[in-house]
């Protein structure tokens, strides 16, 4: 299976300033990447699908990129209700493996 | 306001059963390809089992293949998941999730609050 590695594990990141996610994956995937946002006690959010399309209603702040095997999550100014576990995950190939997680925390 | 809920965790003793249904609302059912995907406690999402919009191909994790068994009923808008010879590796929160496709290699956009199923003596 495709294994999909996230860096960092943590970020910390205070309000205002940006952050990048990035997330690797064993192999070419193409565009068919997804990043995801998860707070506790809720189910996950979706942000980014096809590398670099905004989920309906993301703010701008949001943006993904990438293709083949690199992609990258950025934030440009975080917001306090942007903390959680951020996970990228491939749907190129059965079965649609995520990565590990960051978590981005609000110093 | 498309809603997906989740029902029938719970706790379960190794070797036994538990049937997870995810009652559906606010779009087009037949439509979507559905998932449910899985958090073991203090670990990252799996994507556990998939079915397409027509339910005529549905896909299965390695770690649940053989034991669990996705359906759907586009009738009624539900989503279940028969899970037998449950085991501690089971145990975790486990989310109704509606693709973007009708195929079931596609992002998810809308996940429900999850079901903990809990597999313990």
């Known amino acids: 299976e495709i294994v999909m590695t996230q860096s960092p594990a943590t970020l910390s990141v205070s309000p205002g300033e940006g952050a990048t996610l990035s997330c690797r994956a064993s192999?070419?995937?193409?565009?068919?990447v997804a990043w995801y946002q998860h707070r506790p006690g809720q189910g996950p959010r979706l942000l980014i699908y096809?590398?670099?399309t905004r989920a309906t209603g993301l703010p701008a702040r949001f943006s993904g990129s990438g293709s083949g095997t690199d992609f990258t999550l950025t934030i440009s100014s975080l917001q306090s209700e942007d903390f959680g576990v951020y996970y990228c995950?491939?749907?190129?190939?059965?079965?649609?493996?995520f990565g590990q997680g960051t978590k981005v925390e609000i110093k | 306001e498309e809603q997906l809920l989740e029902s029938g965790g719970g706790l379960v003793a190794p070797g036994g059963s538990l049937r997870l249904s995810c009652a559906a609302a606010?779009?087009?059912?037949?439509?979507?390809?559905m998932t449910w995907v899985r958090q073991a406690p203090g670990k990252g999402l799996e994507w556990v089992s998939g079915?397409?919009?027509?339910?005529?191909?549905?896909y299965y994790a390695d770690s649940v293949k053989g034991r669990f068994s996705i359906s759907r009923d586009n009738s009624g808008g539900t989503l279940s998941l028969e899970m037998n010879r449950l085991s501690a590796e089971d145990t975790g929160v486990y989310y109704c999730?509606?693709?973007?496709?009708?195929?079931?290699?596609?992002?998810?956009?809308?996940w429900g609050q999850g079901t903990l199923v809990t597999v313990s003596s």
């Open positions: 079915i397409s919009g027509d339910g005529n191909s549905a």
């Open positions: 995950q491939q749907y190129f190939d059965w079965p649609g493996t």
């Open positions: 999730a509606k693709g973007i496709l009708i195929v079931v290699m596609t992002a998810i956009d809308s």
């Open positions: 192999q070419t995937v193409s565009n068919n």
């Open positions: 606010g779009f087009r059912f037949s439509s979507h390809a």
């Open positions: 096809g590398a670099a």
